[in-house]
Protein backbone atom coordinates (compact mmCIF):
# COMPACT_ATOMS: atom_id res chain seq x y z
CA UNK A 1 0.00 0.00 0.00
CA UNK A 2 1.16 3.74 -0.60
CA UNK A 3 0.15 7.09 0.91
CA UNK A 4 0.42 10.18 -1.53
CA UNK A 5 0.60 13.87 -0.63
CA UNK A 6 0.79 16.49 -3.28
CA UNK A 7 2.11 20.15 -3.07
CA UNK A 8 2.94 22.53 -5.28
CA UNK A 9 -0.42 23.78 -6.76
CA UNK A 10 -1.76 27.85 -6.83
CA UNK A 11 -2.38 30.64 -8.02
CA UNK A 12 -0.73 31.40 -11.41
CA UNK A 13 -1.45 33.96 -14.52
CA UNK A 14 -1.86 32.44 -17.83
CA UNK A 15 1.60 31.74 -19.38
CA UNK A 16 2.71 31.00 -15.97
CA UNK A 17 4.25 27.58 -14.52
CA UNK A 18 4.28 25.61 -11.71
CA UNK A 19 5.72 22.55 -10.49
CA UNK A 20 3.22 19.94 -8.67
CA UNK A 21 5.03 17.22 -6.52
CA UNK A 22 4.19 14.11 -4.78
CA UNK A 23 5.87 12.46 -2.06
CA UNK A 24 5.06 8.46 -1.84
CA UNK A 25 5.27 6.05 1.14
CA UNK A 26 6.38 2.63 1.30
CA UNK A 27 9.81 0.80 0.17
CA UNK A 28 8.43 -0.36 -3.29
CA UNK A 29 7.59 3.03 -5.00
CA UNK A 30 9.62 2.01 -7.74
CA UNK A 31 7.19 -0.83 -8.83
CA UNK A 32 4.06 1.60 -9.21
CA UNK A 33 3.20 3.56 -12.53
CA UNK A 34 2.39 7.20 -11.31
CA UNK A 35 0.27 9.10 -12.61
CA UNK A 36 -1.18 13.03 -12.68
CA UNK A 37 -5.03 13.53 -12.90
CA UNK A 38 -6.85 16.68 -13.19
CA UNK A 39 -10.50 17.27 -12.38
CA UNK A 40 -12.76 20.77 -13.17
CA UNK A 41 -15.45 21.57 -11.95
CA UNK A 42 -18.65 20.16 -13.82
CA UNK A 43 -16.11 17.48 -15.34
CA UNK A 44 -14.91 14.06 -15.20
CA UNK A 45 -11.70 13.36 -14.05
CA UNK A 46 -9.04 12.79 -16.72
CA UNK A 47 -5.73 11.40 -16.87
CA UNK A 48 -3.11 14.39 -17.60
CA UNK A 49 0.54 12.14 -17.44
CA UNK A 50 1.92 8.61 -16.22
CA UNK A 51 5.39 7.37 -16.02
CA UNK A 52 6.24 3.90 -15.67
CA UNK A 53 8.12 2.48 -12.60
CA UNK A 54 11.56 2.97 -14.36
CA UNK A 55 10.21 6.36 -16.29
CA UNK A 56 11.06 4.69 -19.23
CA UNK A 57 7.62 4.97 -20.52
CA UNK A 58 5.23 8.53 -20.32
CA UNK A 59 1.94 9.25 -21.10
CA UNK A 60 0.86 12.59 -21.86
CA UNK A 61 -2.82 13.49 -22.88
CA UNK A 62 -3.20 15.37 -25.96
CA UNK A 63 -4.03 18.89 -23.99
CA UNK A 64 -0.91 19.12 -22.23
CA UNK A 65 1.76 17.16 -24.87
CA UNK A 66 4.87 19.52 -25.26
CA UNK A 67 3.75 21.89 -22.28
CA UNK A 68 4.05 19.34 -19.40
CA UNK A 69 6.58 17.10 -18.12
CA UNK A 70 6.36 14.22 -15.69
CA UNK A 71 9.52 13.04 -14.10
CA UNK A 72 10.36 11.11 -10.90
CA UNK A 73 12.78 10.16 -8.01
CA UNK A 74 12.33 6.90 -7.74
CA UNK A 75 15.39 6.88 -4.38
CA UNK A 76 13.79 10.05 -3.12
CA UNK A 77 10.02 8.14 -3.80
CA UNK A 78 8.42 11.37 -5.32
CA UNK A 79 6.73 12.39 -8.88
CA UNK A 80 6.22 15.48 -10.22
CA UNK A 81 4.27 17.82 -12.98
CA UNK A 82 6.61 20.82 -14.34
CA UNK A 83 3.65 22.53 -16.11
CA UNK A 84 4.51 25.27 -18.38
CA UNK A 85 2.65 27.37 -20.98
CA UNK A 86 -0.46 27.13 -18.42
CA UNK A 87 -3.97 28.30 -20.13
CA UNK A 88 -7.10 28.76 -18.35
CA UNK A 89 -8.20 25.59 -19.30
CA UNK A 90 -5.70 23.97 -17.31
CA UNK A 91 -7.53 24.70 -14.29
CA UNK A 92 -8.51 22.14 -12.35
CA UNK A 93 -7.54 20.06 -9.02
CA UNK A 94 -4.36 17.94 -9.54
CA UNK A 95 -4.41 14.55 -7.84
CA UNK A 96 -1.51 12.15 -7.79
CA UNK A 97 -1.86 8.38 -8.64
CA UNK A 98 -0.59 5.06 -7.96
CA UNK A 99 -1.49 1.98 -9.73
CA UNK A 100 0.42 -1.58 -9.20
CA UNK A 101 -0.52 -2.77 -12.63
CA UNK A 102 -1.04 -0.40 -15.71
CA UNK A 103 0.09 2.70 -17.25
CA UNK A 104 -3.45 4.40 -17.75
CA UNK A 105 -5.80 2.20 -15.84
CA UNK A 106 -6.54 0.89 -12.77
CA UNK A 107 -5.13 3.53 -10.54
CA UNK A 108 -6.50 2.30 -7.14
CA UNK A 109 -4.04 4.93 -4.39
CA UNK A 110 -5.11 8.34 -4.39
CA UNK A 111 -3.54 11.92 -2.98
CA UNK A 112 -6.15 14.93 -1.08
CA UNK A 113 -5.52 17.07 -4.23
CA UNK A 114 -4.36 20.18 -5.04
CA UNK A 115 -5.87 23.22 -6.73
CA UNK A 116 -4.44 25.01 -9.53
CA UNK A 117 -5.80 28.18 -11.05
CA UNK A 118 -4.68 30.06 -14.15
CA UNK A 119 -5.78 33.37 -14.48
CA UNK A 120 -6.65 35.11 -18.24
Known amino acids: QVQLVESGGGLVQAGGSLRLSCAAS????????MGWFRQAPGKERELVSAISGSASVRYYAASVKGRFTISRENAKNTVSLQMNSLKPEDTAVYYC?????????????WGQGTQVTVSS
Open 97 to 109: AASETSLRNEYSY
Open 26 to 33: GRTFSSYF
